[in-house]
């Protein structure tokens, strides 16, 4: 059984229309004592980053996240989601994150050939190295974005974007995944995404 932690920000029913899609049984959880109840979790997430953490403290889901994250089983992040498993953002302020990934969360520089903030459509994602979540892939194929801020660390990147500057889209550390991308928003490609996270 694959949760989806709602923690009051961003659009749930489209990831769990595309995990329904698939056909794999898919649950909103809004308890956070019942995500240890969960085979697999995916972490959503739009909007700020630290009105995000914010949320995530007061529902007390951010205990519950790092708990699960601890146990082994698979956790993904997606969008800001993603951003919220590294250890810190620059948007509005300076804000800490869940910590599990090494890494910090910056701004788009439109002073190094970016076009325009955000950074809102398709793109390449190059592999980087072989993960569970490309699994069947291409080396290099296209993924749907929409955000501002990015992953500049990529000392856990399995897969590598450009925009003005190399950026982590796809990260994973033993248990823990993230995409900075929409895998439901990605057609044929974000669905084998959701799938090989399904089946890893």
Known sequence: MLGIVNYNIGNLASVQNAILKLGSKV???KNPQNLKNYDRLI???V???GDAMEHLRISGMQEAVLEFAKSGKPLLGICLGMQLLFGKSYEFGEHLGLGLLKGEVVKFDSSKGVRKIPHMGWNCVYKKTESLLTRGLEDSFYLY????FYVKNL???VGVSNYGADFASIVQKDNVFGIQ????KSHNVGLRI???FIEC
């Open 43 to 45: 972490l959503p997430g």
């Open 181 to 184: 991308p929409h895998p439901e």
């Open 155 to 157: 000392e856990n990147a």
């Open 27 to 29: 649950a909103i959880e």
């Open 194 to 196: 959701l799938k090989n």
């Open 47 to 49: 909007g700020a980053f």
């Open 145 to 148: 974005f929409v955000h501002s």
